[in-house]
Each structure stands twice: as C-alpha cells, then as structure tokens.
C-alpha cells in the first residue's frame, strides 16, 4: 500500500552518466591460394555439420513441457519418449505424448549424450562469454552475474525482469517512481493517523550518482509486537559492486537524532529479505512521532543522507571515502 505523501529537495551534486561503448569486431578477409580452397571448403562443411549435429543434439534434449533443456536424471515412458525430472511431477507420471504410465525408466543413453556436451550459457546474448558442461550449465545460470534483476518495485508484486537500463526505464514509465541525480537526498515522509496503519510501503525513489542507480525504501511494519518505520537503500547491481558503496541515513527532532551508516544491499535481495534481516535505519513509531513534532498524531518524518563511493588506499590499504563534488 502506497501512502500519502513525499516531499523531496532536489540535491545539487550531479554526476555525469557514463557513455556506453559498443565495439565492432571487423575480420579483415584474406587472400588465400587456390589450393587451400578445397580444404576450406571442407572445414565450412565440417563446421556446419557440426552447428546442425548440435542443434539436432538440442531438439533432442529439449523437454516437452516445458521446453527447457534436460540434465540427468532424465526420463523416459516406454515407447521413448523422454521428458525432465522436474515436469515428471507435474504430469502425474503419465507421458505428456503418448499419455502412457511413466513409471521410473532412465534414459541413460540421452544422458551420457547431455554430460558430454558442453554449452555456452543463456546469458550469452547478455554478455556472459562462459562455456560449461551440459550438467553444470543451470547450476551457473542460477548464478549468473549477467541474469536478468528482478523489478525492485516494493509496492506491488512486478513480475518484470530485465537488465538495471531497461529497469530503470520500467520504473519511471510504468511505475511512476521518483527518479532524482546527486549523492545526497533529503525527503520528508507524510502519514495522517499513523497509528491505524501497521504495514504500509512508500513510494520507491531512485538516485542516480557515480554512474549507477540506488533505491530508496521507506516502509511501516511490525517488528515482534513493536510498530516501527525502517528507511534502507538498495544497490541496481550485484553485490560484488554494492560493496565498492556506503551510505547513511539520519532522521531526527526537537534536538535529537538517529543516524543509519552501512553498505546497501544487492537488488539482487528482494526487498522484503533486507527488511526482514533489519539491514537499516529502523525507528520505533513512538520515536519517530516524537520526531514528526506537535500533537503526534501526524507522521512527519524528514530523512536525509548520502551516498559516497570508497576508494582503496593502495599504500596502506584503508578505505577512503570518495563524496560527490
């Protein structure tokens, strides 16, 4: 549930984007005797048998039901027809072709056929240039770092998947969020009568500084019998470059403050398990209407913070902050 309002003052630190490059790779042509053409020739030949023989190899491997590519265990009815362990279940042992009882017959042939082959991996055409065994390929593909992210929208389940460009397009044009540039931020939170609602999302904000994109999460929950607020950002990113990244968050009021400082999460982490693992600024309701002043009966929590890049000190090895100018 989205609620009310947020108020933003713009930060004046901008960053420029970075370019992105796309390189050509030009084969020159070369001249070759006459003699050597028969025996390029017949490596063309060779290497198109091959394309087709693997092909041939993947239609073979391909299950019937769900299309993907099979690994051992692989199964089979018995007229032959072959299908994964993991679409076994779902047919409730009876042949998805010929709808004969399955039972639990092996094709021991196919599988010796998928551990001898080796596949580069379905993120090719994302990047990915690795090369695996046939029964080893899902297992790096689960870990990819060039998988597509999920949608890190917390305000609704979004099924979108895609690259952190396509994203953060999806995120200003279909989900209307906040996007602003600077390292630095200062929002104010609006809720009337706080004290009905127990679990409310706020609007998603996105910054973008130092080339890369950061989201701002602001959520009211239950922690055990405790209502609480809880403010945490998340890295567009993998967590290997998360970690080049630090950030803090201080929300405060009538002379008195809280301050957040930590590295921000992978949106690789949904954004329910970096709240449920209280990895940020948490503020108990009492508190955080404390802060919001008056009669306390009106959320008005202002939250400000920044995000600075650290930079390795190469002769002694410390971290030095990198802020934006």
Not at 142 to 165: K, T
Not at 182 to 191: A, D, E, L, M, Q
Not at 222 to 228: C, D, R, T, Y
Not at 256 to 268: D, F, H, Y
């Amino acid at each position: 549930m989205e609620l009310d309002s947020i108020e933003c003052v713009p930060s004046l630190d901008l960053t420029d984007e970075d370019g992105i490059h796309r390189h050509l790779h030009h084969f020159p042509s070369v001249s070759k005797p006459h003699t050597t053409t028969t025996t390029t020739t017949n490596t063309n030949t060779n290497t198109v048998a091959s394309a087709f023989h693997t092909t041939s190899v993947h239609e073979l491997l391909e299950c019937p039901v769900c299309t993907n590519s099979m690994h051992p265990p692989i199964h089979q009815c018995h007229n032959g027809h072959t299908l994964c362990s993991t679409c076994k279940t779902r047919v409730h042992n009876r042949c998805p072709t010929c709808r004969q009882e399955l039972g639990d017959i092996r094709c021991l042939a196919l599988e010796k056929v998928a551990e001898s082959l080796e596949l580069p991996c379905k993120y090719m055409s994302l990047g990915c240039p690795e090369i695996f065994p046939y029964y080893s390929k899902l297992k790096h593909e689960n870990l990819c770092n060039f998988r597509p992210y999920n949608c890190p929208y917390a305000g609704s389940e979004c099924a979108i998947v895609g690259d952190i460009p396509f994203l953060v397009t999806h995120l200003r044009d279909d989900h209307k969020v906040d996007m602003h540039s600077g390292c630095t931020f200062n929002h104010r939170y609006v809720k009337s009568n706080p004290r009905e609602v127990e679990n409310a999302t706020w609007m998603l904000t996105v910054f973008h500084c130092f080339g890369q994109y950061f989201c701002l999460h602001f959520e009211a929950f239950q922690l055990g019998m405790a209502p609480v607020y809880m403010a945490f950002l998340r890295f567009m990113g993998d967590e290997t470059e998360a970690r080049n990244y630090s950030y803090s968050l201080e929300v405060g009021g009538n002379g008195r403050k809280l301050i957040w400082e930590g590295m921000p999460r992978s949106v690789r982490d949904s954004h329910r398990k970096v709240r449920d693992s209280h990895d940020g600024l948490i503020i108990q309701r009492n508190m955080a209407l404390f802060f919001s002043g008056g009669d306390r009966k009106e959320l008005k929590l202002r939250v400000t913070g920044r995000i600075w890049k650290e930079q390795q000190n190469l002769e002694g090895g410390a971290c030095i902050p990198n802020l934006c100018s």
